[in-house]
Nanobody
Framework: QVQLVESGGGLVQAGGSLRLSCTAS????????MGWFRQAPGKEREFVAA????????YYGDSGKGRFTISGENAKNTVVLQMNSLKPEDTAVYYC?????????????????WGQGTQVTVSS
Protein backbone atom coordinates (compact mmCIF):
# COMPACT_ATOMS: atom_id res chain seq x y z
CA GLN A 1 0.00 0.00 0.00
CA VAL A 2 1.57 3.25 -1.15
CA GLN A 3 0.75 6.28 0.95
CA LEU A 4 1.00 9.71 -0.62
CA VAL A 5 1.38 13.00 1.20
CA GLU A 6 0.80 16.29 -0.62
CA SER A 7 1.99 19.70 0.50
CA GLY A 8 2.27 23.22 -0.84
CA GLY A 9 -1.34 24.26 -1.27
CA GLY A 10 -2.67 27.56 -0.03
CA LEU A 11 -4.17 30.90 -0.94
CA VAL A 12 -2.66 32.96 -3.73
CA GLN A 13 -3.75 35.91 -5.83
CA ALA A 14 -4.52 35.54 -9.51
CA GLY A 15 -1.31 35.60 -11.52
CA GLY A 16 0.69 34.11 -8.69
CA SER A 17 2.44 30.77 -8.35
CA LEU A 18 2.31 27.73 -6.13
CA ARG A 19 4.47 24.63 -5.93
CA LEU A 20 2.80 21.40 -4.91
CA SER A 21 4.86 18.45 -3.75
CA CYS A 22 3.91 14.81 -3.24
CA THR A 23 6.01 12.17 -1.57
CA ALA A 24 5.29 8.45 -1.60
CA SER A 25 5.82 6.35 1.50
CA UNK A 26 7.74 3.68 -0.33
CA UNK A 27 9.75 3.18 -3.46
CA UNK A 28 7.84 3.85 -6.65
CA UNK A 29 9.05 1.56 -9.37
CA UNK A 30 10.15 2.74 -12.78
CA UNK A 31 6.98 1.30 -14.33
CA UNK A 32 4.84 3.66 -12.26
CA UNK A 33 3.25 6.91 -13.33
CA MET A 34 2.64 9.70 -10.86
CA GLY A 35 -0.06 12.21 -11.55
CA TRP A 36 -2.00 15.20 -10.28
CA PHE A 37 -5.74 15.62 -10.45
CA ARG A 38 -7.98 18.34 -9.10
CA GLN A 39 -11.57 18.59 -8.04
CA ALA A 40 -13.57 21.76 -7.58
CA PRO A 41 -16.87 21.81 -5.65
CA GLY A 42 -19.67 20.32 -7.70
CA LYS A 43 -17.34 19.20 -10.48
CA GLU A 44 -15.78 15.92 -11.51
CA ARG A 45 -12.18 15.09 -10.77
CA GLU A 46 -10.03 16.52 -13.55
CA PHE A 47 -6.66 15.39 -14.87
CA VAL A 48 -3.94 18.00 -14.44
CA ALA A 49 -0.58 16.39 -15.22
CA ALA A 50 1.38 13.16 -15.01
CA UNK A 51 4.91 11.86 -15.37
CA UNK A 52 6.14 8.40 -16.25
CA UNK A 53 9.15 7.42 -14.23
CA UNK A 54 10.39 5.32 -17.11
CA UNK A 55 11.67 7.82 -19.64
CA UNK A 56 10.25 10.87 -17.89
CA UNK A 57 7.45 11.48 -20.40
CA UNK A 58 5.05 14.14 -19.17
CA TYR A 59 1.38 14.66 -19.88
CA TYR A 60 -0.80 17.71 -19.29
CA GLY A 61 -4.48 18.41 -19.20
CA ASP A 62 -5.75 21.31 -21.26
CA SER A 63 -6.31 23.49 -18.21
CA GLY A 64 -2.66 23.58 -17.21
CA LYS A 65 -0.81 23.50 -20.51
CA GLY A 66 1.74 26.27 -20.72
CA ARG A 67 1.27 27.24 -17.08
CA PHE A 68 1.92 24.07 -15.08
CA THR A 69 5.05 21.92 -15.04
CA ILE A 70 5.35 18.47 -13.52
CA SER A 71 8.69 17.06 -12.49
CA GLY A 72 9.93 14.40 -10.18
CA GLU A 73 12.72 12.41 -8.65
CA ASN A 74 12.11 8.69 -8.63
CA ALA A 75 14.94 8.14 -6.19
CA LYS A 76 13.19 10.41 -3.71
CA ASN A 77 9.70 9.11 -4.49
CA THR A 78 8.68 12.72 -5.02
CA VAL A 79 6.73 14.53 -7.70
CA VAL A 80 6.33 18.30 -7.94
CA LEU A 81 3.71 20.40 -9.72
CA GLN A 82 4.82 23.97 -10.38
CA MET A 83 1.82 26.15 -11.11
CA ASN A 84 2.31 29.62 -12.58
CA SER A 85 -0.07 32.32 -13.79
CA LEU A 86 -2.79 30.94 -11.57
CA LYS A 87 -6.39 31.83 -12.25
CA PRO A 88 -9.46 31.78 -9.99
CA GLU A 89 -10.74 28.80 -11.96
CA ASP A 90 -7.72 26.82 -10.78
CA THR A 91 -9.26 26.79 -7.31
CA ALA A 92 -9.74 23.16 -6.28
CA VAL A 93 -8.46 20.38 -4.11
CA TYR A 94 -5.39 18.93 -5.79
CA TYR A 95 -4.69 15.21 -5.45
CA CYS A 96 -1.53 13.27 -6.07
CA UNK A 97 -1.94 9.73 -7.39
CA UNK A 98 0.09 6.70 -8.47
CA UNK A 99 -0.74 4.54 -11.47
CA UNK A 100 0.86 1.14 -11.21
CA UNK A 101 0.39 -0.49 -14.57
CA UNK A 102 -2.74 -0.09 -16.67
CA UNK A 103 -5.36 2.34 -17.82
CA UNK A 104 -5.34 5.65 -19.58
CA UNK A 105 -2.97 8.04 -17.87
CA UNK A 106 -5.42 10.93 -18.08
CA UNK A 107 -8.23 9.03 -16.38
CA UNK A 108 -8.69 8.83 -12.62
CA UNK A 109 -9.78 5.17 -12.75
CA UNK A 110 -6.27 4.18 -13.88
CA UNK A 111 -4.69 5.30 -10.61
CA UNK A 112 -4.33 2.90 -7.75
CA UNK A 113 -3.27 5.07 -4.83
CA TRP A 114 -4.34 8.57 -3.86
CA GLY A 115 -3.28 11.23 -1.43
CA GLN A 116 -5.65 13.15 0.83
CA GLY A 117 -5.48 16.27 -1.28
CA THR A 118 -4.31 19.82 -0.73
CA GLN A 119 -6.47 22.91 -1.14
CA VAL A 120 -5.49 25.54 -3.69
CA THR A 121 -7.44 28.79 -3.63
CA VAL A 122 -6.82 31.54 -6.16
CA SER A 123 -8.39 34.89 -5.39
CA SER A 124 -9.29 37.41 -8.07
Amino acid sequence: QVQLVESGGGLVQAGGSLRLSCTASEHTFSSYTMGWFRQAPGKEREFVAAIRWSGGTTYYGDSGKGRFTISGENAKNTVVLQMNSLKPEDTAVYYCAVRVLRGRITQAYAYDFWGQGTQVTVSS
